[in-house]
Each structure stands twice: as C-alpha cells, then as structure tokens.
C-alpha cells in the first residue's frame, strides 16, 4: 500500500477529541424508537474529506450511505450487492461485472455502470482510497455491465469490489460531495455538524435488506471521552480502548470483536547514506535498525504475551509476522519462542554491539543501539505497546525512545525510525505495500527478491491458490520478512475492539464480520434491532 493508502487507513481510526453539547452532557440524549446513537472512532472517525469514497471514506467497511459491488460475509467469501454476477478472465487481468437494474440514487436518478467506471477511475486517480494502480481503466459496456481492465494479473482485484461505494457521476464534484454525499446504500445523509456528529437516516428506496434502525447519529468521540458517554447512557453503542475491556456499566453489555487487526513496528533495514525519498524528502535509513543482529535481537528478546497481558490489558494475542491468525494465508511457521534475552545479548555481542561505558546502552563504531519510535498519540494501546518494547528492550541494551505524535510529525520520520503501525485486510495484497522492494511506501526498506517473488506468483493465482505463496512472504523455509528471515519489523500483537451497547440495542453479535484494520462495526446492521422503543438518560 502507497503512503496515501496508508493514510486513509489511519483515517479510520483518528479523530478529533471533541467538546460539543453532546459528548458534555449538555444536549439530549434521549433516543425515540428506531433511533440510536453511537460512538464509533473505529468506524472511519470523523474524516477530513468528508463521506467520499473516493477520497477514501470507509473503504474497508460498511460505508452506509454508499453500496458497493459485492459484500463480504462471515466466513471471507463475498456475495452479491449491486452486483448480479462477475466472471474473471483467465489471466485475472479483466473483471467483467453485471449489476442491478433497479437501483436508484438518493437524488433519484439511476445507477448505472457508467457510475461504476467513473467511481473506480477516479478512486484510482486520487491515490486516497484503495491502491488501485492494478486498474487500467474500467469502462461501461452497456447500462449494466462493466469491465475493468487491468495492467496486471491480480487475483485480488476481486477485493476491491466489495470495498468502494458507488457515486453518481453526473453529479459529483470532489469539492462539495464530502459534505453532501448521494448515494444507495442502506441510509441516506442527512447533516454534518463538523467536529461533534454526522446524522444518518433509512434510505426507504434502498433495494436491499432493510435495516431496523431507523437513524443513527454518530458522535466523534474516543477514548475517555467515549467511555464517558456510556456511563452517562449518552450513547447506545460505544467503541472504547482495550484499558476500559475489563470494565462494566450499568445497562450496557460489553461485546469484544475479534480483529484481524495486528500492530507492528516498521524497523528501517538500510543504512543512512544521505538518501531521502523521492516528492517529500524524508530520509532514508537508520544506521542501528540497518543491522539484522538489532533486528534479531528485538524480535527474539521482546515478549510479546507480556505485552499482551500488560499493554492489551490481556485482550490481545502475539503476533510474529503481520498476519492474524484468521486469516487463511497465516503461516504458523512463522512464530518463535520469544522473550529470549540470552539469545538477544549474544546476537548483539557477536555482531559488536558492546555495552563500553557502562550506561546500560551497547554501542557499536562510536553509534549507540538507540533509536526513536513513533506512535500516534491518539491511540493508548500503542502508547502502551511503545513503552513496554522500550521497558523490556532495556534487559538487552538496546534504547528505545516511544514519542506520541500527530501523523503530520509521524511520516517525516518513516523511512528513518521505528513507527508502530495498524494493520489487517481480508485483502492479502496489502502486503505488497509493506514489503514489495519496489512499492512507493516500504517503510523498512525490505530488499528481498525471493519475497517478491513470492507475492509475483500470489497474483497471477486463484485466491485460493495463492493463499501459500502469501504465506511464504512471511517464511518460505529459507527466507521471508518475519524474525526467522531478515526480521524487517517488529510485529507485536492482534487486538481486540471493545463496544460497551446500551440493552435496548442488539448488534446482533454472532452474524458480525471479522473486524478489519479500522473497524467494521455496521457490517451487519441490517441484522441489528431495538430491544427498546425509546431511551432517556
């Protein structure tokens, strides 16, 4: 994934704290029947663009105002949305995809393929959403029939049709759609108070399973702030950090998602010759990352179940290579014993990293084994991860310096320090923008011709088929990016997502999608209903 890319998956889980009337207690709260309020930082946030799929809004979840070309179900396979059916060619270099013919805008006017083509060619062009540089062009056939052609073999092309809503393009304009978006979905837009909610009311034209909620108002808030409004009955559904997973509420039952969600440490495995990256200028390297003996020694000597019983409040699971283990291209060949100290100080001792002057800090040509780690400051569990990696690498002499920072400060230093990362798709090529030598973000810099190989063969195979070669990228036997290869990260952890729901509301748990990177929390919301008629706090 490109640095754009990256960035609107960061979208998804950055936003701004906010103090409106609402999230202080100072409005109402009361809810009449069908309406609920949710305060959901893990579904999208408040995004800087607006509601735009193009401009990258909800691309890996239920975008609601917006329907995609096919949904995801439980089990990772897709069905059908707008979508009747798709046949794939051969070489998976072209799509051909029939759709509804029955499906209206929100503005009345009809869906077509030609709003299909368009959304995709321009999600392509903005570089904001999914990375679509596989796209060469996707055309209109006829009214119901698109193609998109591509410049590649990609079998995982098929994943992007389930994760970009459809606009209108006679009337879209990127500089007003944000804040006043059309669409099809499930529900319809109805008003954007910038920096407290969005409102959100049932589209009664929608074509699909109709939902019981009849509107939902989404508070941008987290954290405290959040919790806050659960223990005030402000909120029906509240998305909180794992430190709140063990609390109670009266009147709220608290629901924790299982995730594909890992977080990991991008470690920069060349060093710094001066070399800075090609538009933003940032420098290239970090001359103690650079050395596979640092690199060994933090993915051997961290423990990582420490970690997840200290920073993830017991609610997450070790990690080695990037993948949740849910994922059907998870390689269990990957994982080590780790918390191995002993191995972690002779490494360093037999690469030179001594330990001279006695501060506690080994040091190697005159360099110190110290370098900076980045994480944002909005996010506790990777505070916390951040000062545990720095606590524990102590033991072997190595500094770590966790810094909480906007992602404005962040990506001046991603190709130079450590940065601690979210990360999980049901989209397997996601990993080509992590470790592919080639791709435009690779913030470890990973050279690695027989992991690219690897992901070269993924695409050109059925999805099924290619699920070994995605595995081999993180260890083939010989080689792989993970902390028995060249160990270019430091992945830490799986987590877990924690939603306190009021017991008027059930979110009908057991049909709820995987959740990705960002959350999904409406993934089933046409499955949710209203235990209670009305709520007053």
């Known amino acids: 994934m490109n640095t754009k890319y990256i960035i609107g998956a960061i979208v998804a889980i950055i ?41 990258g ?23 059908n949305d707008l979508a009747t059916d798709y046949e794939i060619s ?31 060619n321009a999600a392509r062009d903005s570089g904001a959403s999914l990375d679509l540089t596989a796209l060469k062009e996707a055309k209109a056939v006829d009214d119901y029939t698109v193609e998109f052609d591509l410049n590649k073999s990609d079998s995982t092309f098929l994943d992007k049709l389930a994760y970009i809503g459809i606009v209108p393009s006679d009337s879209y304009d990127n500089e007003t759609y944000g804040e006043n978006p059309v669409g099809s979905g499930p529900y319809k837009f109805v008003q954007w108070d910038k920096g407290q909610q969005v409102i959100l009311e049932k589209n009664p034209d929608y074509y699909g399973k109709m939902p019981e909620v009849e509107k939902i108002t989404i508070l941008f808030a987290q954290n405290e702030a959040a919790f806050n409004l659960a223990k005030n009955g402000e909120a029906d559904v509240v998305a909180v950090p794992l430190e709140y997973g063990k609390e109670s509420v009266d009147g709220y039952t608290m629901y924790l998602m299982d995730t594909i969600d890992v977080r990991g440490i991008s470690l920069p495995s060349v060093p710094d010759t001066g070399e800075v990256s090609e538009g933003d200028n940032y420098t290239i390297g970090n001359n103690v990352t650079s050395d596979i003996a640092v690199r060994k020694a933090l993915n051997y000597g961290i423990n990582r179940t420490a970690l997840a019983e ?16 849910q994922l059907p291209w998870a390689n269990p060949e990957a994982a080590i014993e780790d918390g191995d100290v002993a191995y972690a100080n002779k490494t360093l ?18 360099t110190k084994a110290s370098f900076e780690v980045y994480y944002s400051a909005n996010a506790p569990e990777r505070q916390a991860l951040a000062l545990g990696l720095a606590e524990q690498a102590k033991e072997f002499g190595i500094e770590v310096e966790p810094i909480g920072a906007e992602w404005d400060e962040i990506y001046p230093n991603e190709y130079s320090q ?8 049901t989209d397997p090529s996601d990993m080509y923008g992590e470790y592919y030598s080639s791709s435009d973000f690779n913030p470890a810099s990973v050279n690695n011709s027989a992991v690219d190989a690897h992901m070269d063969a993924a695409f050109a195979e059925s999805r099924e088929a290619s699920y070994k070669d995605w595995s081999a990228v993180s260890w083939d036997g010989s080689t792989g990016i993970s902390p028995k290869g060249d160990a270019n990260w430091l992945w830490l952890g799986e987590i877990k997502y924690g939603y306190f729901v009021n017991d008027r509301v059930d979110i009908s748990n057991d049909t709820a999608l995987l959740q990705p990177h960002g959350g999904d929390l409406f993934s089933n919301i046409y499955d949710w209903t209203m235990t209670n008629a009305t709520s007053e706090s």
């Open 57 to 79: 809004w909800n691309y890996y979840a239920e975008p609601l105002i917006q329907s995609t070309l096919l949904k995801m179900n439980t089990n990772g396979t897709y069905s």
């Open 310 to 325: 200290g920073a993830l409040n017991g609610l997450g699971v070790p990690c080695y290579d990037g993948i949740a283990h």
């Open 15 to 55: 936003v701004v704290l906010i103090g409106g009337a609402l999230l202080m207690g100072g409005g109402t709260t009361e809810r009449g029947p069908g309406e609920i309020v949710v305060a959901a930082y893990s579904h999208g946030g408040e995004p800087e663009a607006g509601f735009d799929p193009i401009a």
């Open 90 to 120: 051969s070489d998976f270099k072209k799509y051909t995809v029939n759709i509804r013919d029955d499906v209206n805008f929100t503005d009345g006017t009809p869906l077509t393929a030609e709003d299909v083509a368009f959304t995709f």
């Open 349 to 366: 001792e037999e690469a030179g990293w001594v330990d001279s002057d006695g501060d506690g800090i080994r040091e190697k040509n005159g």
């Open 418 to 425: 450590g940065v601690l990362w979210g990360y999980g798709s």
